[in-house]
């Protein structure tokens, strides 16, 4: 099953261009289910439908038109409480324990409930869901950035914390767990725990399968630009496939500058306006395409009207131009690599349009910190490396490669 997330910054248009290529998929003839990571009704409000939440039937797929389905998540999904008892577990065991504080600020940044529940429903779609395509669209960047790092870093938690409250329960009588302020770890809260692991590790193969992939939607303004290719960065950080970059609302004589920009009955004020905005327009295109070259890039045509409704949305799938490709079509992931080198191993991660500076690595114990411009992720580092150190790290041809070599004490050399 194929799975397509769209992100970008706010408003730049992700529910419609999302909501444009499932109708467009759709009458393709390609099972689709098309969702939103929030509780708003915005998919339902571009696809000119009410998706109602009744209250039996916590998340009802409605289908549009044949071979077109819609889920709105409902607002009150019993995921939600469950997440909230569980989050609340968590900081309190993680304070109790004394957990360091690089961890403890992890746990701080966790998404909300209706981030869990998406993803939940995600996993749920796409295990017993009868589509071959699943559109998902997102909340702007930061809140997906939250979300697509999460299933990872909760993972990390709860594999550290259940052999720890094991021994809890093995080392110390209930009263003293109790004396120490943590919370009762019974076993029926152990099983929680592990429930939840098992969903974030299967959520995580899911977003890290070569059927998954992020299409960046954008639209050709300087600022826009500059926020993109921080997320395009932060994307690869989280082991994501970005496939497509999405220029929508661009102006029809930006697109094409040998046109002429075209007459205005409203005065030369008018005209000046135009012009202008054609002209930031072609430099952001250009900007772009030199930006995010060599992925394909897609561009959506600013249209007359909002395009709401499905045969609205088609018509703005259709207009669309450039390099459009085959929505079925996969990209190889390319994931962090370890191979042996020089009596030692290299680590590699493709991480695009970053520089040197901008990254920064800690080793902790067994894992890997490195972070990004905000963004950190947790690399759990394959059992032949934990016996090394770093040796010495440098960003080349947009990835990052980072020298490990056996420690001695760990490993002695034989002569
Ligand atoms: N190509 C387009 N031509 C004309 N109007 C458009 C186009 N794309 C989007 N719009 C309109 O722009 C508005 C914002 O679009 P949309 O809701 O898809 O953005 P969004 O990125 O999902 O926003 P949010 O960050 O709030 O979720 C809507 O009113 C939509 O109809
Ligand atoms: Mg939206």
């Avoid at 065991?93 to 869990?116: R, S, W």
Wanted: glycine share 8%; proline share 7%.
């Amino acid at each position: 099953m194929r799975v397509i997330l769209f992100t970008g910054k706010g408003g730049v248009g992700k529910t419609t261009t999302a909501a444009a290529t499932a109708v467009q998929a759709a009458r393709a003839g390609i099972k689709t289910l098309v969702m939103s990571t929030d509780a708003a009704h915005s998919i339902g409000d571009a696809l000119g439908v009410v998706l109602v939440t009744a209250s039996d039937d916590p998340d009802p797929v409605v289908e549009v038109e044949p071979g077109l389905f819609a889920l709105q998540l409902s607002a009150a999904h019993s995921v939600r409480r469950s997440w909230r008892s569980v989050q609340d577990y968590l900081l309190t065991v993680f304070k109790g324990l004394g957990i360091d504080p690089v961890v403890a600020d992890e746990l701080t940044e966790l998404p909300g409930a209706d981030e869990i529940v998406a993803l939940l429903e995600l996993r749920t779609q796409v295990e017993s869901g009868p589509w071959d395509l699943v559109v998902v669209d997102c909340a702007p960047t930061a809140e997906t950035l939250r979300l697509l790092a999460l299933p990872e870093a909760l993972a990390w938690h709860l594999e550290r914390l259940i052999p720890a409250q094991r021994g809890l329960l093995r080392a110390l009588r209930p009263a003293a767990v109790a004396a120490a302020g943590l919370p009762l770890p019974g076993v029926q809260a152990l099983e929680t725990l592990r429930r939840w692991l098992e969903s974030m590790l299967e959520i995580q193969s899911i977003l890290a399968a070569g059927t998954t992939s992020v299409r960046l939607v954008l639209t050709p303004e300087r600022v826009v630009i500059a926020e993109s290719r921080r997320t395009l960065t932060s994307l690869r950080l989280y082991g994501l496939a970005v496939d497509q970059v999405v220029v929508n609302r661009v102006f029809p004589a930006a697109e094409a500058p040998e046109a002429n920009a075209p007459e205005s009955n409203q005065g030369l004020t008018h005209t000046s306006w135009l012009v202008g905005w054609n002209i930031a327009q072609q430099r952001g295109l250009s900007e772009v395409r030199h930006s995010f070259d060599p992925l394909p890039i897609v561009i959506a045509p600013y249209l007359a009207g909002e395009p709401v409704g499905t045969d609205a949305l088609a018509a703005l799938a259709g207009a669309c131009t450039g390099e459009v490709g085959d929505v079925l079509m996969t990209t190889p992931t390319q994931g962090m690599t370890v191979r042996p080198e020089d009596g030692g191993y290299l680590l590699t991660l493709p991480l695009p349009l970053v520089t040197a500076a901008e990254v920064d690595l800690k080793r902790r114990d067994d894992d890997l910190l490195v972070s990004v411009a905000g963004h950190r992720r947790v690399l759990s580092l394959p059992s032949v490396l934990r016996r090394c150190v770093v040796a010495g790290a440098v960003v080349r041809n947009a990835t990052l490669r980072v020298r490990f070599v056996p420690d001695e004490k760990l490993w002695p050399v034989d002569d």
